[in-house]
């Protein structure tokens, strides 16, 4: 994707919350695809530079365990099907997880390409390769249905978690109702992902591929707590999974007033996945952005994309302890964002019920606290999107299930405090909040949910 202009046009200079900074034609080239697929050639020679190693490092290093080595010795052998079987065998989300997974700190770090030569095999895009060729040319199903055993599950939420979790029992003949609260499946993929990741419609395909297995059956627009309650679903299922995600957001620890312009990173990231028309989208002339995680990076990146003139990103300390990988630390700054490392909100300027500004004083670390240091500063900015993180909301699953680190306790396997009842993917504690970790999660609970129900 062309990095955006640094030369604002007179749409882009105009102060407040404002849509149409850009014309559409341009929005919709800079929400392109980021990182555009590998042809059949350069996937080619991308895979013969794999050592198709034993007791290869970067299988260990990949969380869901994809035999990397084999679906990479099958597309150099043209077998993008017999490739594409490999990586869903092991992670059934495994088209987005390529797309999405920080493979520069797990799989390619691991590589010993990396270790040789400083540039690993480049398996994410292989990855992707081998999985948009079987969505492009299904065919025959890869995975069929056991036989029926007359066992129901409950999965609730449709995110990378939970469909994980379904898709595992639903090949073990079980049927499996998911509950979702939102008016569409995927979760994270759908809602909480950069644009430009994921574009034409990815999510929803790949949703659609893992339902063609059968015996999942998915309700959108079901609340837990509202339309259903755990303690119903423990009565009249077999087993429970929870994929609940973070459904709260943490607040900046300072006065947030009721103020047009300032609101959370995540409403605002949902809010442009699904919009029709981004150019009918506001967004402001001076952005900034509170936080120094995925959520952070994608949602300066759009607002630079939707036509801010200027786009910061504040965060209390130094790069490297940026949740976001200096992978995508550089490539929030190619696309025009300014990095504000080691600074911390203060207060919030507005006047009118509009956002003016943001206060900012600099930070330091004093005996290995956090402290702040310097004189107060203040950026302009008609938008300020927080980016701080999310926070497991325990009420709706009741006060019975027991908690760990304010998210709920597991075992290795996903078994909560609540018999018959597993957990997985961001509302388990424990986790790195990474989409290919919680596709382990729900395969790990599958499994141990079976052999329950086959015990039983």
Same mark, same amino acid.
Request: glycine share 12%; aromatic share 4%.
């Given at each position: 994707?062309?990095?955006?202009?640094?030369?604002?046009t007179d749409?882009q200079r105009?102060?407040?919350?404002?849509?149409?900074?850009?014309?559409?034609?341009e929005i919709?080239?800079?929400?392109?695809?980021?990182?555009?697929?590998?042809?059949?050639?350069?996937?080619q020679?991308e895979?013969?530079r794999?050592?198709?190693?034993?007791?290869?490092?970067?299988?260990?290093?990949c969380?869901?365990?994809?035999?990397?080595?084999?679906?990479?010795?099958r597309?150099?052998?043209?077998?993008?099907r017999?490739a594409a079987?490999?990586?869903?065998?092991?992670?059934p989300?495994?088209?987005?997880c390529a797309?999405?997974?920080?493979t520069?700190?797990?799989?390619?770090?691991?590589?010993?390409?990396?270790?040789?030569?400083?540039?690993?095999v480049r398996?994410?895009e292989?990855?992707r390769?081998a999985?948009?060729?079987?969505?492009?040319?299904?065919g025959?199903?890869?995975?069929?249905? %056991?036989?029926?055993? +007359?066992?129901r599950? @409950?999965? /609730?939420? #449709?995110?990378?978690?939970?469909?994980?979790? $379904?898709? &595992? =029992?639903a090949?073990?003949?079980?049927?499996?109702?998911?509950?979702?609260?939102?008016a569409?499946?995927?979760?994270?993929n759908?809602?909480?992902?950069?644009?430009?990741?994921?574009?034409?419609?990815?999510?929803?395909?790949?949703?659609?591929?893992?339902?063609?297995?059968?015996?999942?059956?998915?309700?959108?627009?079901?609340v837990?707590?509202?339309?259903f309650t755990?303690?119903?679903?423990r009565?009249?299922f077999? %087993?429970?999974?929870? +994929?609940?995600?973070? @459904?709260? /957001?943490? #607040?900046?620890?300072?006065?947030?007033?009721? $103020?047009? &312009? =300032?609101?959370?990173?995540?409403?605002?990231?949902?809010?442009l996945?699904?919009?029709?028309d981004?150019?009918?989208?506001p967004v402001?002339?001076?952005?900034?952005?509170i936080?120094?995680?995925m959520?952070?990076i994608?949602?300066?990146?759009?607002?630079?994309l939707?036509g801010?003139?200027?786009?910061?990103?504040?965060y209390?300390?130094g790069?490297?302890?940026?949740p976001?990988?200096?992978?995508?630390?550089?490539? %929030?700054?190619?696309? +025009?964002?300014?990095?504000?490392?080691?600074?911390?909100?203060?207060?919030?300027?507005?006047?009118?019920?509009?956002?003016?500004?943001?206060?900012?004083?600099?930070t330091?670390?004093?005996?290995?606290?956090?402290?702040?240091?310097g004189?107060?500063?203040e950026?302009p900015?008609?938008?300020?999107?927080r980016?701080?993180?999310q926070?497991?909301?325990?009420?709706?699953?009741?006060?019975?299930?027991a908690?760990?680190?304010?998210?709920?306790?597991?075992?290795d396997?996903?078994?909560t405090s609540?018999?018959?009842v597993?957990?997985?993917?961001?509302?388990?504690?424990?986790?790195r909040?990474l989409?290919?970790?919680?596709?382990?999660?729900?395969?790990?609970?599958?499994?141990?949910?079976?052999?329950?129900?086959?015990?039983a």
């Amino acid at each position: 994707m062309p990095s955006p202009s640094l030369a604002p046009t007179d749409e882009q200079r105009r102060p407040g919350l404002q849509a149409g900074r850009l014309p559409a034609a341009e929005i919709e080239r800079r929400f392109a695809d980021a990182h555009p697929a590998l042809n059949a050639v350069q996937a080619q020679l991308e895979a013969d530079r794999c050592l198709f190693c034993w007791a290869a490092p970067c299988v260990a290093a990949c969380p869901t365990g994809i035999d990397i080595p084999s679906f990479i010795a099958r597309i150099a052998q043209g077998n993008l099907r017999g490739a594409a079987r490999t990586i869903l065998q092991a992670n059934p989300l495994g088209g987005m997880c390529a797309r999405v997974c920080p493979t520069e700190v797990l799989c390619e770090q691991a590589c010993v390409r990396q270790a040789q030569e400083g540039k690993p095999v480049r398996i994410g895009e292989l990855q992707r390769h081998a999985t948009d060729a079987l969505f492009a040319d299904p065919g025959v199903p890869l995975f069929t249905r %056991a036989p029926a055993t +007359g066992r129901r599950v @409950a999965v /609730v939420g #449709a995110g990378p978690a939970g469909l994980a979790c $379904a898709h &595992g =029992l639903a090949r073990e003949g079980h049927a499996v109702v998911v509950f979702e609260a939102r008016a569409k499946g995927g979760g994270l993929n759908e809602y909480g992902l950069a644009r430009y990741k994921t574009p034409d419609g990815f999510a929803q395909r790949e949703l659609q591929w893992l339902l063609s297995i059968g015996g999942m059956e998915l309700r959108c627009g079901q609340v837990l707590g509202r339309d259903f309650t755990l303690d119903g679903l423990r009565r009249d299922f077999d %087993a429970v999974f929870l +994929g609940l995600g973070l @459904a709260g /957001v943490n #607040a900046l620890g300072i006065p947030e007033p009721e $103020a047009e &312009g =300032l609101r959370s990173a995540v409403d605002f990231i949902a809010e442009l996945r699904q919009a029709s028309d981004l150019a009918a989208l506001p967004v402001g002339r001076d952005v900034v952005v509170i936080g120094g995680g995925m959520t952070a990076i994608d949602a300066a990146v759009q607002s630079r994309l939707l036509g801010a003139s200027q786009v910061t990103i504040a965060y209390r300390r130094g790069p490297d302890a940026m949740p976001a990988s200096r992978e995508e630390q550089r490539w %929030a700054q190619t696309q +025009g964002v300014t990095i504000r490392h080691w600074v911390t909100p203060k207060a919030v300027r507005a006047s009118e019920g509009r956002v003016q500004g943001l206060q900012l004083v600099g930070t330091t670390v004093v005996d290995g606290r956090l402290v702040e240091a310097g004189d107060a500063f203040e950026l302009p900015a008609d938008m300020i999107l927080r980016a701080i993180g999310q926070a497991y909301v325990p009420g709706p699953a009741g006060a019975d299930i027991a908690l760990a680190a304010g998210r709920i306790r597991t075992d290795d396997e996903g078994r909560t405090s609540l018999q018959g009842v597993w957990a997985g993917g961001d509302c388990r504690a424990g986790g790195r909040d990474l989409t290919v970790e919680a596709v382990e999660h729900g395969k790990r609970a599958a499994r141990s949910i079976h052999l329950q129900l086959c015990r039983a």
